[in-house]
């Protein structure tokens, strides 16, 4: 066989032009940049790795420019011109069928339609890229297009290191994010690796290639206000949100979602949102009803509304601030409250300070970030304080992963914590995963599944949609009847952007009867292939102590151990394309989670690694939630075990808390 290498001479043997920015596509503002001199030479050396020598000095001086104007080197004269889209997969150059999937993956990371800043090739969540550089990128496509079935192709932090010699069972790429020494890992560290361009901020399915726009988060999101609403509202499982009244801000990448999921559970959403821009995309996609800039106007909407029992989504054009402290003032009730800023990144324009537009923030951030500290600081104190007033006259607020709660926290202040002082035992309000979604799914092993429909076709997707509701026991659980009549109308709730894709929360056994269902009608020809996956935000894909793992109370909330295991098994298994990502939706160091994607070409291969990879990658987070004691993962790992003779999981014995209390009181009596 002919060996093939790729040079940087030959990849970029032309010098691209540089192109106009296309007018109204949101840019990332500029990001913090702290660089001493010589790391100042370490970054543009660094980025210049990536040029021809020839170039070298008319490069270097616009990627100091680049660095200095953006706090990045994002190499913008290397992306190819125009608007990039996840195409039917045909379309793209390859030599295998996972090389060019994993093309059609990318490339809908970077769609105008989908991603929150394409050109700096953020996907979502603030800072969530696809890669470092346009440089990047364009190496990353080569190595699609020439991978061969014996070859992983390793990604270090958006960087292609190279394809390796492995097996028709291995996995094509092997994907690692952010990941850092523990002396370092924490976000002024990171700031600095990934302003000198040696670490990728890569969220959860952005940098992970899993990203199927805002509906990848409509269900979980439906299924949490759902399950809110029967906790702590009093609804019965055959009740939705009709009549109640869901508050909460951002209407982002994926809290753009909330709006379409509250209203899918047949509630009011009033969600507060700064940026105009995002507001309009929104609109445009039929997500939110009604905008208003007056909280008056806003309100008697929401009022009106749920008057009638109507379910609508209304955008409030301002600071969610504003609209809490006008709700105490005017005594409105909200049965619901929450917020999904980017408090991941609260600094670097995540949360938008009160007092000031969206334009004033930007260029605050720019000008003075010091100052945009402070009025951060100071806009979460009054937040939680409304908060305080809300819940004191019967709201139930929850924290929805998005670091809110940390983020009062790092201010210093320490009432937030349950245990007064400081975060080891978690905050006074619980996070969405600790009191509803964790119990209520996670720990039975429902999580995020997803499919995209590679042919692109709304025809695959149709019989996709069909095949994986017929798969579904409605009547086993309330869970399995919310999935259920959840696929049984996502067609008309219109959900899709970007690629045909689709969500659908299952269990273990439900993954893999969809998946070898889906592989089957590949094999028959019935559809195109298939792209498998999950968002990392699952049972067992990420380790987080205030989100995913927040209800698991054993003290291991703080170990990153089971996102790894779980990608090394995955990978292990064979799965097409295996994701580990140092953040994701919460921050540096404050997480480690991971994902997978699976390319399903109809072959008897794509079954045998289906029945142990999909097993796997639920159930070790099922069974650590099992150990961890938590009664529904303890009941589910048990009908496991009546069905699967393979695997044997360790459950653990109860100790009586009163037992306990006896011995230590002797002992201290000694
Ligand atoms: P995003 O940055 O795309 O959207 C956040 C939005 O909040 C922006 O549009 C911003 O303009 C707006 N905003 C900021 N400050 C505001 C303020 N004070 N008042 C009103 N609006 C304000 O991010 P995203 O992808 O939507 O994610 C949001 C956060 O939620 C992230 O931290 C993410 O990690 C977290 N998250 C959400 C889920 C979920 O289930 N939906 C899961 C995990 C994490």
Redesign the pocket.
Known sequence: MMHQTIRIEDLFSTLPDQKPFTQGIRRAPKRALNLSESDIKLALSNALRYIPEKWHSLLASEFMDELMERGRIYGYRFRPQGHIKGKPVDEYQGLTLEGKAFQVMMDNNLDFDVA?YPYELVT?????QVCQNWMQYALIKKYFEIIRSNQTLIIMSGHPLGLFLSSKQSPRVIITNGLMIGQFDHAESFNRASAIGVANYG??TAGGLMYIG?QG?VH??YS?LLNAGRMKLGLRHDENLKGKLFVS??????????GKACQIAGGVALI????PS?IETRLKQGWIDQVYSSPHQAFMTAFDAKQKGLAIAIAYQ????D?LEYAISNHHHIDLLS???????VYD??????GLT?EE?TQLLKNNPKSFRQKVNE?LMR?YHAIQKLTQQGTYFFD?????LKAIYDTGETSICQNGHDDIDGFIYPS?VEDIMGPVLFDYGYGPFRWVCLSGKDHDLDLTDQAAMDMIDQHRRFQDMDNYLWIKHAKSNQLVVGTKARILYQDAYGRLKIALKFNEMVRNKEIGPIMLGR?H?DTGGTDSPF?ETSNIKDGSNIMAEMATQVALGNTSRGMSLVALHNG????IGKSINGGYGMVLDGSRKCDTILKSAMLHDVMTGVSRRAWAQNPHAIETVKLYHQSQSHTTITLPEHADPSLLDQVIHHYKGK
């Open positions: 929150l979502y969540g603030e800072t969530g969220q959860m805002p988060i979980g999101t949490t801000s951002g209407l982002g990448g994926m809290s753009g979602a909330q507060a949102e700064v940026d995002r301002g600071n969610i601030v609209l917020d999904q800023t980017s408090c991941h990144a324009g995540g949360y938008c300070p009160a969206f923030r806009t937040h929805y992963g998005n670091s809110f969405y968002d935000h989100r994701g939706g919460v921050g």
